[in-house]
């Protein structure tokens, strides 16, 4: 299997300490893989560097053999689409204008849209359940509208590549299951290759073929989630003990928190 990503001991810091250090990993062509770790162990960073929104200090990140620091914004943007945590949209846009503006970099001459950009922006409307919104403006929305929004605007741009920092922030339980879902469906009807930032373990473990486990900005392991979430392994990484079994419909490794137990003496009297 081809990779599309190569990183080859990439290190990124924003100032002191480096956020990552030696990072290396291949993406390959077709994948889904999530990225996973505690809170600061450098997720949304490397997906950036990714993205080629953040410039690595050290090493290289290659997409499809070019250096992505030297790939021009719109070549980048018809390979790539990025779903960030949060949006902030400044304008007063409408959902149909923010799906719609996810076709510019398919368009040509003086940019105005045609009959297949408003088809594919309706159509990523529909599959996000927010075509029912497409003349409210983008700050009028919930955060899980917001977020469905975004989406949408990156499925309408049609990529490659995806690249998606905590899909399911802000999202209840079944528009969790049909994000997974649609990038499930996307991954094997066109090939798309989906990496994704998820604080889920679980979710991650059930939809993604493999994972890479970062630990203090450097990974720590790298593999099918079988391979990769142990308990040894989410010790190490996130300091607490869980509990994990078989997902009785996947196999694949279920995690459970144990009961908090309360501690009366941290509480100031």
Known sequence: MDACYQLR????????????????????????????GANGSGKTSLLKLMAGLLRPQ?????????????????????????????????FPFTVGE?????????QRGWGWESG???????H??????VDHLATRTFQALSGGERHRTVIARALA????????????????LKHQIEIFGILKDLNRARQVTVVLVSHDLNLASQHCDRLLLLHEGKP???????????????????GCDVLIDAHP????????LPRAEARPHLIPQ
């Open 157 to 172: 741009q049609h990529t490659p590549i995806l690249l998606l920092d905590e899909p399911t922030a802000f999202l209840d």
């Open 220 to 238: 720590y392991r790298t593999g099918p989630p079988r391979d990769v979430l142990t308990v040894e392994h989410l010790r190490v990484t996130y």
């Open 124 to 129: 990523a409307m529909r599959i996000m359940e």
């Open 58 to 90: 050290k090493g290289l990140v290659r997409l499809h053999g070019s250096d992505v620091a030297t790939l021009p914004p719109l070549e980048m943007a018809r390979l790539v689409a990025l779903v960030p945590q949060e949006s902030q949209v400044l």
């Open 98 to 106: 923010l799906v719609l503006m996810g076709r510019f970099v398919h």
């Open 9 to 36: 001991d990439v290190g990124f810091r924003y100032a002191q300490p480096w956020v990552l250090e030696g990072c290396s990993l291949d993406v390959n062509d077709g994948e889904v893989l999530g990225i996973v």
């Open 249 to 256: 419909m996947t196999g694949t490794p279920r995690i459970t």
């Open 116 to 122: 297949e950009d408003l088809r594919i922006a309706r």
